[in-house]
């Protein structure tokens, strides 16, 4: 649990230290995880507030993360594309 989630974090105005510390150590497995979390907290801030540049900044990182990092080689005949490397495309494939 991260320190925004503790109880009586939600007392006081989000800091940009909050956002650091929910950006940690961020991962392509965990970076959508990391973004919302950080979009929920600073959603209430001024477009000018630190904390809220900071998590617009981190979210824009997070997001080439999640999407970027991960890359694949062709389609193999035989084999069907995995849906998450469609996602970003916007070219999903039903079955």
Known sequence: MSEYEQPGRTEREPTVEDVRQLMGASTPHFALQIRNRIRNLVEGLGADHPARREGEREIRRL???????????????????????QLHRGTAQSD
């Open 63 to 85: 997001e080439s993360i999640a999407f970027g990092a991960e890359h694949r080689g062709p389609v193999v005949e035989g084999e069907r594309a995995m849906p998450s490397g």
